[in-house]
């Protein structure tokens, strides 16, 4: 399993980025996708996910409104459009498959398999 994450970058406060992540190893079409960010000294945390289909969509809070996930199975890529980027969104971020997307972001990584991530730095 295998995910390799960019799009990355610094961007001023208030700003937008678009991530993407290209998943290869297993059947992509198959699982819920979801990014992750952990912030230097903080712990990793969800920021959104979506289904399969891309039925459904989910955030945290923190974000709902200014982020967008969303996923092409022709490609085995997910994205994550995020704007009004905020100063304290400084993090690395991740993708990953995970067993299950639900409105509680409680997310597991399905294969406990992290890529190198992507870094974003939002300058105040």
């Known amino acids: 399993v295998q995910v390799a994450e960019s799009g990355g970058g610094l961007v001023q406060s208030g700003g937008s980025l678009r991530l993407s992540c290209v998943a290869s190893?297993?059947?992509?079409?198959?699982?819920?996708m979801a990014w992750f960010r952990q912030a230097p000294g903080k712990e990793r945390e969800g920021v959104s996910c979506?289904?399969?289909?891309?039925?459904?969509?989910f955030y945290s809070d923190s974000v709902k409104g200014r982020f967008t996930i969303s996923r092409d199975n022709a490609r085995n890529t997910v994205y994550l459009e995020m704007n009004n980027l905020q100063h304290e969104e400084t993090a690395t971020y991740f993708c990953?498959?995970?067993?299950?997307?639900?409105?509680?972001?409680?997310?597991?990584?399905?294969?406990?398999?992290w890529g190198q991530g992507t870094q974003v730095t939002v300058s105040s």
């Open positions: 990953a498959a995970v067993s299950a997307c639900l409105p509680s972001m409680d997310l597991f990584n399905a294969f406990n398999s």
């Open positions: 190893g297993f059947r992509f079409g198959d699982y819920s």
């Open positions: 979506i289904w399969y289909r891309s039925s459904r969509q």
